[in-house]
């Protein structure tokens, strides 16, 4: 989808950051057209300004999805062109793995490498306390080890992830499951939140009836919720108590910082 970029000047300055827009000269137009960027550009940009906060030679939780995959691709150009050494990156999945690996980025699990200096990684959702729902794209158990794991973590979305309350987009809030009577547990899962309104759907592969196997060889069921859940460390912890439950994709006072790009530029909110 196309998003009108009218502020120019903060567009203008993310872009050329990015690499995304060449800089005008001097003699360009004083009105000049306004930049219209993709959301996937978007996602680049909150990405390539995450990978600002990389130094060489730290430890880096390498994030999955379609934005992750851009500051994937970004510390893999600065480590080629020498401008970061040393670093370690641990995937979140087997996907960023492969792509790390063939972008030469050295990579090892967090049994050799238990503290992670800084992760990068996108979300589903952001509510205003910085809390995330992930794992849309089916990762979030490994996502969440490695991330409780780092000193610092940085989430990078575009505008159209920001919600006002957890579970506010409509969307799934997807929770691993063991494969094991998962319907059983779905149907405990929708009436622990039966006064929000839930819905519980195994996730399936798209167009298919084959229900969608995470790298973990575990089930996902998403929940829909009609209203808010209510707080969220008991939703929480009421989630996590029920038996052949993993770990759900609610990352609460996680992240240490959250990149935005949106149609006024970068956005940079820190953890109070
Ligand atoms: O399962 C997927 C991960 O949690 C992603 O980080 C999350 O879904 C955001 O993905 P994207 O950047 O593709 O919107």
Redesign the pocket.
Same mark, same amino acid.
Do not use: F, M, N, Q
């Given at each position: 989808m196309a998003i009108p970029y009218p502020h120019f000047i903060a567009a203008e300055k993310a872009a050329i950051e990015t690499g995304l827009l060449a800089p005008s000269s001097p003699s360009s137009s004083l009105s000049p057209p306004p930049v219209i960027l993709t959301q996937d550009e978007l #996602?680049k940009i909150a990405a390539y300004k995450a990978v600002e906060y990389v130094e060489s030679g730290m430890v880096l939780g390498l %994030? *999955?999805? +379609? *934005? @992750? #995959?851009h500051a994937v691709d970004r510390i893999g150009e600065l480590l080629r062109q020498g401008k970061l050494r040393d670093i370690v990156g641990i995937p *979140? +999945?087997k996907m960023t793995h492969e792509q790390a690996a063939s972008l030469g980025i050295p990579l090892s699990d967090l049994d050799s490498h238990p503290v992670v200096d800084l992760a990068i990684?996108? @979300?589903?959702e952001v509510d205003p306390e910085l809390n995330l729902v #992930? %794992?849309?794209?089916? +990762?979030?158990l490994r996502?969440k080890m490695v991330e409780g794991a780092c000193k610092k973590f940085v989430v990078?979305?575009d505008e159209s #992830?920001l919600v006002k309350y957890i579970g506010g987009s409509g969307l799934a809030m997807?929770v691993e499951i063991i494969p094991f009577c998962w319907k059983f547990t779905a149907d405990r899962l929708q009436k622990l939140f039966e006064e929000a309104g839930c819905v519980a759907k195994l996730r399936t592969f798209p167009g298919k009836d084959e229900p969608f196997v995470t790298d973990n060889r575990n089930y996902i069921v998403d929940l829909y919720f009609k209203k808010s859940i209510g707080d969220l460390k008991v939703a929480s912890d009421a989630i996590l108590q029920l038996a052949g439950v993993v770990e759900h %994709?609610m990352f609460l006072d996680m992240a240490t910082t959250v990149i935005i790009a949106g149609e006024l530029g970068v956005t940079v909110k820190h953890k109070r």
């Open positions: #996602k %994030g *999955t999805g +379609s *934005t @992750a #995959k *979140t +999945s990684d996108g @979300a589903d #992930k %794992g849309r794209g089916g +990762s979030l996502e990078i979305v #992830k997807p %994709g």
